[in-house]
C-alpha cells in the first residue's frame, strides 16, 4: 500500500500459542485460535500476540508509541504491553512506500473465570484494531 496518509496502523492481530519475529518474517505456534477451554479456575494461560503495524512513508524516521491490552469483556485490564519504535526508509525503496513492522509478544496470562477477553491494540494511544478470545470451563471427569 503506497503513498497512503492515514497515519501508522494495525494491520492485524494474531492470537497464538507462541510467536517470533526473525528477519521481519512471523513463525507462529498454535496460531489463530479464539477460544481456549480450561478444566478449573484459576487458571495460567500461555498465550502470543503477533502486530502488524503498517507506517505511511510520511510517518518513517519518527518514533511513534503502540501498547497491546488484555482485558475482561467488563473492562478490567489484565495486562499492559509495549513501548516506542521507529520505522526507517531502507536504501532504494520507492518513494511513497509503507513500511511494515512486525511484533511478537509472548506471556502469560491469570484467568479467573471463563468470558469473552478482549485484546486491544493501540497507537499513539488511539485504539486501532482489538480481537477477542473466548475462556470457557471444561470440567474432567474424575478417574476412579
Known amino acids: 500500500m503506497a503513498g497512503d496518509t492515514t497515519g501508522t496502523s494495525i494491520e492485524w492481530l494474531v492470537l497464538a500459542d507462541a510467536a517470533q519475529i526473525v528477519s521481519n518474517k512471523l513463525f507462529l505456534l498454535g496460531g489463530g485460535w479464539d477460544r481456549y477451554t480450561v478444566s478449573q479456575f484459576p487458571a495460567q494461560m500461555p498465550f502470543a500476540v503477533a502486530v502488524s503495524l503498517r507506517v505511511p512513508w510520511n510517518e518513517t524516521n519518527q518514533q511513534h508509541s503502540f ?6 469483556q467488563d ?4 495486562v499492559k504491553m509495549g513501548g516506542a519504535f521507529e520505522v526507517g526508509r531502507p536504501p532504494g525503496i520507492p518513494l511513497g512506500s509503507d513500511q511494515r513492522l512486525q511484533l511478537a509478544m509472548n506471556g502469560s496470562l491469570k484467568l479467573e473465570k471463563a468470558g469473552l ?12 484494531a482489538r480481537t477477542a478470545f473466548t475462556v470457557v470451563s471444561h470440567s474432567q471427569p474424575v478417574q476412579r
Do not use: D, F
Open 117 to 128: 477477553y478482549v485484546i486491544i491494540g493501540r497507537v499513539e494511544g488511539q485504539e486501532a
Open 75 to 78: 473492562g478490567q485490564s489484565l
Open 67 to 72: 501498547e497491546l491490552e488484555v482485558a475482561t
